[in-house]
């Protein structure tokens, strides 16, 4: 077996993943490419109040590398950022990461079949594959609000947390309800003079348990891992996302019924005041927009303290937001929980493939890949948790895992020698995209409301078939489908 040269892009749950898994390959011929200071990708650049993963724990959590610690059933950021930080030192990733190492251009030499990849320091480094682990949600998106420079107090996009911001008995105004909003809006309610949220859509929210594990369960966990595998592989928590995959590919089946009927039982059975269950009902379908997931945010909606303003804003003034109907919310901080834009992957980096494709050009349309994993003319590009790829509500590590076993299998085939460069074939990749969005218009996503599953062309970007379809197609690639060069 030939020795490749890696490098991988980003140290986030991807990129670690990817370094933990060549080192196990007895592969040490890589490095670690990370924009910023620190790992942990979202969960270094997400420090909100509230930041909570809404897959549960011991689910969210790498499958070699259980953690008997966790303090609850679902946990916070800090939390989770710390678990990456101990699993790439324990696995040994740390020496390989290039940290404030900025990827600017990678470019491919067909002759040699080798990708020059450069950063933004003047260093430049020759290898053989690119692994693209640059995360989904990470260039945030700021309203385009007249007025928004002229505000006085803090304002700050969710993804860049204003540490200075004072919070304690400050009248807060938060824009957006998306997983980012209503999670700020519950950590809040407790310390804010007053919150108002500035809802322009509300969502549905899937009522779930959460609780804290006693120190004589963790104690239990670290004697017992077959005790976590217990909670990560537990028969409900499966069943319930085989349930929910179906239902989002069924949408008139019973799955997707029972989905929606328990998030308007929740609405109905949770807000007391009708007004205020009326504007926090949403006109579309359950599950269209991501599902929020949580224990709290209808009693912390309900607070004194809290205001669902669901008018339009015309504008942000010096000391708060006026709205459409001359409505003025006086603010001393306002949050712009307002989303990222979801199409960037790697990019603003440059990617040159063969024949001097851009990625800019094979995304003329949208961002898209084989099985969201590999691009025709990028050959020895692998992209994890890529455009396409399974984004609903479950564990992307999980799904990060199993891209892996699938890019590994075509990387062997390198190795064996008879080819140096792997890429989709262009009918290959066409078929997919066929087959992707005749069934991608089908899902709940494509039902019927705004969100950033969708492409510029409304298509949702999001993998359309059940989750047990994803892990079969990540068993074995299917080698026809690719073009393997000398
Ligand atoms: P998001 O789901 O895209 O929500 C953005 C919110 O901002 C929406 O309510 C949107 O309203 C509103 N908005 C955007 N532009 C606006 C404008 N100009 N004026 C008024 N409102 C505006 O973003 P997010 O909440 O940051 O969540 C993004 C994703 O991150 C989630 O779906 C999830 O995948 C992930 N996330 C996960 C967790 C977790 O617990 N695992 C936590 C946080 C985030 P419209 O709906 O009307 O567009």
Known sequence: MKEKRYVIIGAGMAGIL???????????????LE????LGGTWRDNRYPGLTCDVPAHAYTYSFAPNPDWSSYYCGGAEIRRYFEKVAAD?????????????????????????????????????????????????????????????????????????SAPLDGSRIGIVGCGSTGIQILTALTG?????????RSPQWVMPVPQFDYMEEEREAFRRDPKLIDE??????????????????????????????????QHLEDSIKDPVL???????YRAACKRLIYSWCYYDHVQKPNVY????????????GVRMKDGTFHPLDVLVLATGFHADRFIRPASVIGRGGKTLDEAWAVRPTAYYAMALPEFPNFFLLNGPTGPVGNFSLIDIAEA??????????????????AVEPTTDAMADYEERRIAAAKKTIFGSGCTSWYLDDTGVPASWPWSYQNFVDSMAKPNFEDYRFAA
Not at 237 to 253: K, L
Not at 277 to 283: F, G, I, S
């Open 191 to 199: 310390r804010a003079k007053q919150i108002v949220a500035l809802q």
């Open 277 to 283: 269950r009326e504007k926090l009902r949403p006109n």
């Open 403 to 420: 891209q892996w076993g699938y890019i590994t299998q075509l990387i062997d085939r390198l190795k064996e020698g008879n080819a140096r």
């Open 18 to 32: 990817a370094g933990i898994k060549l080192l196990e390959r007895g592969e040490k011929n890589f490095i670690i």
């Open 231 to 264: 909670i990560r592989y537990n028969k409900d928590y499966w069943a319930a996302i085989i349930r929910f995959t179906e239902g989002i590919t069924n949408i008139d089946g019973p799955e997707m019924a029972e989905i929606e009927e328990l998030c308007r």
């Open 91 to 163: 696995f040994g990733v740390m020496p390989y990461i290039r940290f404030n190492s900025e990827v600017t251009s990678s470019v491919f030499d067909e002759a040699n079949a080798t990708w020059t990849v450069s950063v933004a320091d003047g260093s430049v480094h020759e290898v053989d594959i690119v692994i693209a682990a640059s995360g989904v949600l990470h260039h945030p998106k700021i309203p385009n609000i007249p007025g928004l420079d002229s505000f006085k107090g803090h304002a700050f996009h969710s993804a860049r947390w204003d540490d």
């Open 308 to 319: 669902v303003e669901t008018g339009s804003i015309d504008r942000v003034e010096p000391d």
């Open 35 to 38: 924009k910023t200071g620190a």
